[in-house]
């Protein structure tokens, strides 16, 4: 913060110590992350034995390639990508135009439309109901009982109204409404592409979301073919589902142990938990600073 | 804009009287912004029919729901199904297991990002700084069927990691996964694992608005780098503090249903089943509509109770009140 000024004793004794809770703090979150990395591609006798406690040991990809043969898992893969990419179309096209009408000051009845949004932080009409009205609308086991539920968050909706009433100068949606372009072709032309930010962040937050949810398809969908990627996983990771089917395959090579199977089955858990999470972890260093920008946005009352 | 308003104001005034000239100007807002009105029918009908529509269908909490008959036909039965609900043998266990570990997780929970945010903010800008940073906020995007993924591999009896480690030290590893007395525990520390990092990026926002000027003058004083984040930053962060105990008191009884139901076991229920458990396992596994509503409807009036009350407290002590 401020430099230039030698360290008093205390002083230097005050940053060891933030700078080890620090590391500490570093190593406890990244531990876990590489171990499951490690672990992915490890011999699974040396993970069950715990000699393999960091680094790879007696590399394999077995898992990797058992992941891969896994149709449930390409299935499940494909329907994520497509009930991601439907949702978040989806959300963006609720969130953002709403948030653009309630930044306007000259928006007659943003104070009700806003009023009426906020309600529903607060009070809701719980699991049963909401699943009551979506079997109702016809939707259970369709890919809509997924997308429209949650086709908008009131704080999303809140962060990129603050977003454009903050960003966009006023004088320039007062010049473009003088020069007579219309409302539509003001959002289109002027507001939208000055503000690819705000766009990005609500794409990454409600694209996030669809890619990680799994309880709306636990409750609306019943067909396996299309279950999304993270209900895959809970059979796997959670239902340990994965064990006898693993066990087949294993069979048909040799006659395996009955101990080799689970053994098997828990590289395999290691290899989807890298290979499902894999495209946001590339992906999120990259756009960390957007992820931020909408918390801080988020966290300026508006 | 303003300008053009003005001069629309003033040749209106002359010749109409003043609420004439409010209306027809409201009336002229409308109809210039008539688009505005498009913009906001999709999340208009969205929150009308996903938000408001299954409030209208909580009535089935007072009534003895029988789908053939629908919603008007069903009967009315008062407050039966509250009634049933609290006389229950499991309605104290419930409430006991909510509330235990929402306080559990906010007293672990909510001091961690804050000692992290302040730690954060000592470290100097650097490689360090943005690998510290990076790594922290990765778990908050791995999904909750990841995260238990991970908490049932980790503590597997036969081969978890932290069972040998445990074990290396020299204990004997008690069954996590399948006891009672772990379960509340292991759901907090992993919330926190997951989520600490990402929770200190609102109090570093906060720090960053610091005035440097005020660090300066301390330092001049003589003040140490302890003494600056004890009087200078800590005070910072007690409005932002402030706002998200309330919004977390708020949520008391709704914990992390999502978590806990795929941790949940046969053997663990004693502490793991909570109040939405209960709501998901009543409702739509064993199809009792109306009375798992009642539940349902029970848990967020308590919220709601708990939110207001909560602020109103915060508003008499301080001025950091949500409204």
């Not at chain 1, 205390?10 to 190593?27: E, K, N, P, Q």
């Not at chain 1, 990129?160 to 409302?183: H, K, M, V």
């Not at chain 1, 398809?217 to 279950?227: E, F, G, H, T, V």
């Not at chain 2, 003895?64 to 104290?92: A, M």
Request: aromatic share 14%; net charge positive.
């Amino acid at each position: 913060m401020v430099s230039g000024i030698k360290l008093s004793k205390r002083d230097r004794i005050f940053l060891i110590c933030t700078y080890t809770y620090v590391a500490i703090a570093l190593l406890l979150v990244a531990y876990p992350i590489l171990y499951i990395i490690s672990a992915s591609i490890s011999d699974p006798k040396m993970v069950a034995s715990g000699e393999m406690w960091l680094l790879p040991k007696g590399i394999t990809f077995k898992g990797y390639e058992i992941v891969f043969q896994n149709s449930k898992i390409w299935t499940g893969y494909g329907n994520t990508i497509l009930y991601t990419l439907l949702g978040t179309t989806i959300n963006l096209v609720v969130t953002m135009p709403a948030a653009y009408a309630l930044s306007r000051k000259d928006f007659v009845g943003r104070g009700f439309f806003m009023g009426m949004f906020m309600v529903t932080m607060f009070i809701g009409g719980g699991l049963v109901p909401t699943y009551m009205l979506v079997k109702g609308l016809g939707m259970v086991n369709t890919m809509w009982a997924l997308v429209l539920p949650g086709a908008a968050s009131i704080w999303n909706i809140i962060v990129s109204r603050t977003f454009f009433a903050n960003s966009i100068p006023a004088e320039l949606q007062d010049a473009a409404q003088i020069d007579g372009a219309t409302n539509i072709r003001l959002f289109l032309r002027i507001v939208l592409p000055l503000s690819m930010p705000i766009i990005a962040v609500m794409a990454l937050f409600y694209g996030v979301g669809h890619w990680n949810s799994y309880f709306g398809a636990m409750i609306y969908l019943n067909d396996d073919a299309k279950y999304p990627l993270q209900l895959v996983l809970r059979q796997i990771l959670v239902l340990q589902e994965m064990q006898s089917q693993v066990g087949g395959i294993i069979d048909a090579t040799a006659a395996a142990a009955q101990n080799n199977k689970a053994e098997i089955a828990s590289l395999v858990k290691y290899g989807v938990i890298i290979v499902s999470t894999l495209p946001i972890i590339v992906v999120y260093p990259f756009l960390q600073r957007y992820f931020v920008q909408g918390v801080m946005i988020g966290s300026v009352k508006g | 804009m303003q300008e053009t308003e003005k001069m629309h104001l003033r040749t209106i005034n002359s010749h109409k009287n003043v609420k004439r000239k409010f209306k027809g100007q409201t009336w002229k807002k409308i109809r210039q912004n008539w688009e505005l009105y498009i913009f906001i029918a999709p999340a208009f009908f969205y929150f009308l029919i996903f938000s408001y529509g299954p409030m209208y269908g909580i009535q089935i909490a007072f009534k003895n729901y029988i789908p053939s008959k629908g919603y008007f036909g069903s009967e009315w039965v008062g407050f039966d199904h509250f009634i049933r609900f609290f006389n229950s043998y499991y309605f104290w266990d419930l409430l006991w297991n909510t509330l235990s570990i929402s306080l559990y997780e906010l007293a672990i929970g909510f001091p961690i990002p804050i000692i992290l945010a302040l730690a954060f903010n000592e470290v100097k800008d650097g490689f360090f700084k943005r690998l510290v940073q990076t790594v922290t906020y990765a778990p908050h995007f791995i999904s909750v069927v990841v995260m238990a993924g991970m908490i049932i591999t980790f503590l597997s009896p036969s081969n978890g990691m932290i069972i040998h480690a445990i074990e290396g030290l020299g204990f004997s590893a008690p069954q996590f996964l399948t006891s009672p007395g772990w379960f509340k525990t292991m759901y907090v520390f992993s919330g926190v694992w997951q989520s600490a990092g990402w929770g200190t990026i609102i109090y570093l926002a906060a720090l960053s608005g610091v005035d440097p000027g005020l660090h300066e003058a301390a330092i001049i004083d003589g003040a140490s780098r302890f003494q600056r984040v004890r009087h200078i930053n800590i005070p910072t962060l007690i409005p932002t503090m402030t706002i998200l105990l309330i919004l977390n008191m708020g949520g008391l009884l709704s914990v992390g249903f999502e978590k806990i139901l795929l941790l949940q076991n046969s053997l663990n229920m004693s502490s793991s089943d909570v109040i939405s458990t209960f709501v998901y396992r009543s409702g739509l596994v064993d199809a009792q509509y109306s009375f798992s509503t009642a539940v349902g409807l029970f848990n967020s009036i308590v919220n709601c109770i708990l939110l207001i009350t909560v602020n109103q407290i915060v508003r008499r002590t301080s001025e950091n009140s949500l409204w």
